[in-house]
């Protein structure tokens, strides 16, 4: 199944809480209109910190062609005529994913979660990046989450599908029952090698809508 994550930020003049807003009441009922995604998920960024990015938009294709309808061409923008992109910068971010579950836990309403943006080092080859992901890391953050009173899921997405070079390797997109949780995980997780491949990490947290399951 083929993963599409678009980031966007409001535009000048726009506050965080207008492109919430229209994002929520009248952007993802279009989206689900009218792309008909096989899942449908938003983040919303919590705006205290100043996030670089205000939301993620998350769509799962089983169909990678009707996916790139959506992704390739100015379809999302002509076809959804709702006023959303007008409040947004215009320059989206997107990353076209493989997608691994690696703690496949419940994502609750009130759930808190954090992403992780990752960009790898350019003298590191990919296929050293991404293997030691998922060997060398990702069981790093899995088992401590596991041990972590609160942890709930935890996800890697490789954005290595798009057929150009994205302007991030991937995220990582971790959820917690609470900002407890969140905090006292982040305390036990260690150095593990993959951290010589990656550019510091940017992270947001926020909290997730379900637009469809």
């Known amino acids: 199944m083929l993963k599409l ?3 966007a930020r409001r535009g000048e003049g726009v506050s965080h809480d207008e492109l919430v807003a229209r994002w929520q009441d009248a952007h993802m009922p279009a989206v ?4 008909q995604p096989d899942h449908y998920r938003v983040t919303f960024f919590d705006s205290a910190n100043e996030p670089q990015y205000d939301g993620m938009a998350v769509l799962w294709f089983n169909d990678a062609d009707r996916a790139r309808r959506w992704y390739a061409t100015s379809d999302m923008v002509t076809t959804l005529n709702d ?3 007008e409040l947004t910068d ?3 971010v997107v990353l076209v994913c493989e997608e691994h579950v690696i703690v496949d836990g419940p994502t609750p309403a009130d759930a808190v979660k954090v992403t992780g943006l990752l960009r790898r080092k350019a003298e590191i080859d990919a296929d050293t990046f991404y293997k030691s992901w998922l060997e060398d890391h990702a069981p790093n953050v899995a088992s401590t989450l596991n041990s972590t009173p609160g942890g709930l899921r935890y996800v890697v997405s490789h954005a290595t599908l798009g057929g150009s070079k994205p302007m991030y390797a991937g995220l990582a997109e971790v959820y917690y029952a609470d900002p407890a949780a969140a905090s006292a995980h982040m305390r036990q997780l260690g150095p593990d090698k993959f951290l010589k491949y990656t550019e510091p990490a940017e992270f947001l947290n926020g909290y997730e809508v379900i637009g469809i399951e």
């Open 5 to 7: 994550v678009v980031l």
């Open 32 to 35: 689900i209109e009218h792309v």
């Open 83 to 85: 006023g959303f992109f």
């Open 90 to 92: 215009q320059k989206p």
